[in-house]
């Protein structure tokens, strides 16, 4: 099953930052064993752009559309057999400690 992997920032971050395991060990051992099958990090929320369709018009802005405190980061897609398996891999990633790790399944048709 596949699984997207959102990384966020977070306004409690773990207050023992230096628990936190090494992010490259966390992708090459992903990668090695197929749970992990692209990732990347975002530009900053300034870089955003807002599209949306309003009354036929096109409406565009700049920067993120919702002001917050948390911002997502980056993205990891997964493959894995069930949603434990996706929490386990969550858990090891540094952001676990340092920020918010949502899961979401992929609907496949």
């Given at each position: 099953m596949?699984?997207?992997?959102l990384?966020?920032?977070?306004?409690?971050?773990?207050?023992?930052?230096?628990a936190?395991?090494?992010i490259?060990?966390?992708?090459?051992?992903?990668?090695?064993?197929?749970?992990?099958?692209?990732?990347?990090?975002?530009?900053?929320p300034?870089?955003?752009?807002?599209?949306?369709v309003?009354?036929?018009e096109?409406?565009?802005?700049?920067g993120?559309?919702?002001?917050?405190?948390?911002?997502?980061?980056?993205?990891?897609?997964?493959?894995?057999?069930?949603?434990d398996?996706?929490?386990?891999?969550?858990?090891?990633?540094?952001?676990?400690?340092?920020?918010r790790?949502?899961?979401?399944?992929?609907?496949?048709?």
């Amino acid at each position: 099953m596949k699984y997207m992997m959102l990384v966020c920032t977070d306004t409690q971050p773990d207050r023992n930052p230096d628990a936190a395991p090494d992010i490259e060990k966390w992708v090459a051992e992903r990668d090695a064993n197929g749970q992990r099958l692209t990732g990347s990090r975002f530009a900053p929320p300034s870089a955003a752009t807002t599209v949306r369709v309003r009354d036929g018009e096109l409406l565009l802005t700049d920067g993120p559309f919702a002001e917050t405190k948390e911002v997502i980061v980056g993205f990891d897609l997964l493959e894995c057999a069930d949603l434990d398996e996706a929490v386990e891999v969550a858990r090891a990633h540094p952001m676990a400690y340092a920020g918010r790790i949502e899961l979401r399944p992929l609907v496949e048709d």
